[in-house]
């Protein structure tokens, strides 16, 4: 016991050194701790005196403390410093730990999520040897609230890392990432990755989404008209704000996914146009509710959406507001203008963007 505590006291001292020296010219010395702290963590399950009398309680405190560092320190790094043999040995590596404790720790999820955020695509061949770890601990079993958000992070991050190549994972990922988003034991907060990484996953696979995009897509206006209640309290007002944002990244992903093989000048099909109008329908009574109480990313969120959607849908944002000029504008139009007045004055007058250029 007293060898593990001093070993915790090492990764803490390592994390705090960490902490103090992010610039570049520190690289190296990142290298050699993350060496050191790798080598630790292969002694803990290698020598057999090394850290045994722990429970199952302290060993993953210890283990989640000992990891930490590591992947602060592998973001640190760079990919430069990370070759392919390391990659692949760190990897290798979390997935001994996951075995060696019959559970996906936070504490290898850390270290994937420091390897995805500094090598970013080069981590795209090893999602085979992960996939079933980070599935599984978005389900809850073994996992706390903390697990679960890392691991639906990660499923968004290798969705956007892998794009179509992710596609033959959809089996496996949508129904989990449905799952969390259907059951009310899941704090909000992880509803709300789940979200992003249907969106995230729709944009990446493109058509290859297309046979769960109904599903998803009703599940998004479920959420929706959640959204939409009045809060009870201010802890709540802000979780549906952060819902809003996130059903409206959501949307943006699943609408240029579902139109991905089209142009942008209103050429969609009647799916596609059913699916616009049921959005803005969501638009306009955010916009109506919202009175002046919006903060700026959520003003900034609908904005995009509806230009978006305008793009595909409406035939361009410059033409709505020559019809509400004329008096024949439609329910869109209309509330285009009202966002741009209202909430985005600086756009007015710095002139409309002319969306047919794109």
């Known amino acids: 016991m007293a060898q593990s505590n001093l070993l915790i006291q090492y990764a803490d001292c390592a994390n705090t050194l960490i902490q103090e020296s992010s610039d570049a010219s520190t690289q190296q010395l990142h290298f050699r701790l993350c060496t050191q702290l790798l080598q630790q963590l292969n002694s803990f399950f290698t020598e057999k005196d090394c850290c045994l009398p722990l429970d199952q309680e302290h060993r993953e405190i210890f283990l989640n403390n000992f990891c930490s560092p590591v992947q602060v320190l592998l973001v640190n790094m760079g990919s430069d410093l990370i070759t392919?043999?390391?990659?692949?040995?760190?990897?290798?590596?979390?997935?001994?730990?996951?075995?060696?404790?019959?559970?996906?720790?936070?504490?290898?999820l850390f270290i994937i999520n420091g390897l995805v955020s500094a090598v970013e695509g080069r981590i795209a061949p090893f999602w085979k040897d992960l996939e079933n770890y980070i599935l599984h601990a978005c389900t809850k079993q073994d996992t706390d609230d903390l697990g679960v958000r890392m691991?639906?992070?990660?499923?968004?991050?290798?969705?956007?890392?892998m794009q179509a190549s992710i596609a033959p994972s959809l089996p496996q990922i949508v129904p989990v990432l449905q799952n969390?988003?259907?059951?009310?034991?899941?704090?909000?907060?992880a509803k709300l990755r789940a979200?992003?990484?249907?969106?995230?996953?729709?944009?990446?696979?493109?058509?290859?989404?297309?046979?769960?995009?109904?599903?998803?897509?009703?599940?998004?206006?479920?959420?929706?008209?959640?959204?939409?209640k009045k809060p009870d309290h201010e802890e709540e007002a802000q979780v549906l704000i952060q819902l809003k944002e996130a059903l409206l990244e959501g949307y943006v992903s699943i609408l240029y996914g579902v139109n991905s093989d089209r142009d942008f000048k209103g050429n969609c099909d009647a799916d596609v146009e059913r699916y616009c109008r049921q959005i803005f329908e969501y638009l306009e009574t955010v916009v109506i509710n919202g009175e002046d109480s919006f903060p700026p990313t959520l003003i900034l969120e609908i904005f995009n959406l509806f230009m978006d959607i305008s793009r595909m849908f409406l035939g361009g944002l410059e033409k709505d507001i020559e019809q509400v000029r004329d008096g024949s504008a439609s329910m869109e139009s209309k509330l285009s203008l009202y966002i741009l007045k209202s909430k985005l004055p600086e756009i007015l007058r710095n002139g409309l963007p002319s969306l047919n250029e794109d």
């Open 84 to 108: 392919n043999t390391l990659l692949e040995q760190i990897v290798h590596f979390v997935v001994f730990i996951f075995k060696e404790e019959k559970r996906v720790l936070n504490g290898g």
């Open 151 to 161: 691991a639906l992070g990660l499923i968004s991050d290798f969705a956007n890392n």
């Open 180 to 189: 969390v988003f259907n059951d009310s034991s899941y704090e909000p907060d």
């Open 195 to 228: 979200i992003v990484a249907l969106g995230d996953l729709n944009l990446a696979c493109e058509n290859k989404f297309m046979s769960y995009f109904e599903s998803v897509f009703n599940s998004f206006l479920q959420a929706s008209q959640f959204s939409l």
